[in-house]
């Protein structure tokens, strides 16, 4: 079957300009998470959405990021004014409820 | 703050080697501990997960607990060059947030 998704696998954008990055999770995947890999790091947890619900958003660096999943399948990580060091490989990934974490292949994201 | 540790790398072994890997947290309260696999600019993928002290082998993979020292450890028999990736440490609280280390470059020789 068909893994999780996201689009744009890449996506640059300047200084200070808005960006959505999607993620089409695996179907019937109840669980959502966004994390965040800067080169030569490990990924780093942002946020997790249980549902149309965001479970634990501790992970967002700021108020700059926020992410939605309105109807409990696709999700949007949003990020305002972007800043330089945002560039980075955006990874969502998805679950049933206490199972597997599937990742989607990333967004790359460089601002300039 | 939660911290999982991990040699960098690169370690390299010989094909047909036995590569060990190893990782380190922080958090007595983890509760689930994973390896996975990343091969060059791939998403990470699941190979292994343990959740009881001891030993768990999965084909030609071991993953190993110990809770007491905090270690876990991933042991790759028989490495073959198409093992050649990072290897991820993460950990798992009560909640299904996975926290990773930086990920260990394993390099296997023909």
Redesign the interface.
């Known amino acids: 079957g068909a893994g999780v998704s996201q689009t744009p696998s890449n996506k640059v954008t300047e200084k200070g300009k808005y960006v959505e990055l999607r993620c089409d999770p695996i179907s019937g995947h109840t669980?959502l998470?966004w994390?965040r890999q800067s080169l030569?790091?490990?990924?780093?947890?942002l946020i997790?959405f249980q549902g149309t619900g965001a479970?634990?958003d501790s992970?967002l660096p700021n108020d700059r990021f926020f992410a939605v999943r309105p109807e409990g399948s696709v999700s949007t990580l949003k990020i305002q004014r972007t800043e330089r060091g945002d560039s980075a490989v955006y990874?969502c990934a998805s679950?049933p409820i206490?199972g597997?974490?599937?990742?989607?292949?990333?967004t790359r994201l460089t601002v300039l | 703050q939660k911290e999982?540790e991990q040699n960098?790398g690169p370690l390299s072994v010989p094909e047909g080697a036995i590569a060990s890997l190893n990782c380190t947290y922080s958090d007595r309260g983890s509760q689930s501990f994973f390896w996975y696999r990343q091969y060059s600019g791939?998403?990470?993928?699941?190979i292994m997960?343990i959740y009881s002290n001891g030993d768990k082998e999965d084909g030609r993979f071991t993953a190993q607990l110990n809770k007491a020292s905090q270690y876990v450890s991933l042991l790759i028999r028989d490495s073959q060059p198409s093992d050649s990736a990072t290897y991820?440490c993460?950990v798992s609280g009560g909640?299904?947030?996975?926290?990773?280390?930086?990920?260990t470059m394993l390099l296997v020789s023909p």
């Not at chain 1, 030569?40 to 947890?45: I, K, N």
């Not at chain 1, 597997?100 to 990333?106: D, K, L, T, W």
């Open positions: 669980a998470y994390y030569g790091q490990g990924p780093e947890f997790y479970a634990d992970g990874l679950s206490g597997e974490q599937f990742f989607g292949p990333g | 999982v960098s791939k998403s990470p993928e699941l997960f991820l993460a909640y299904s947030t996975l926290t990773f280390g930086k990920g």
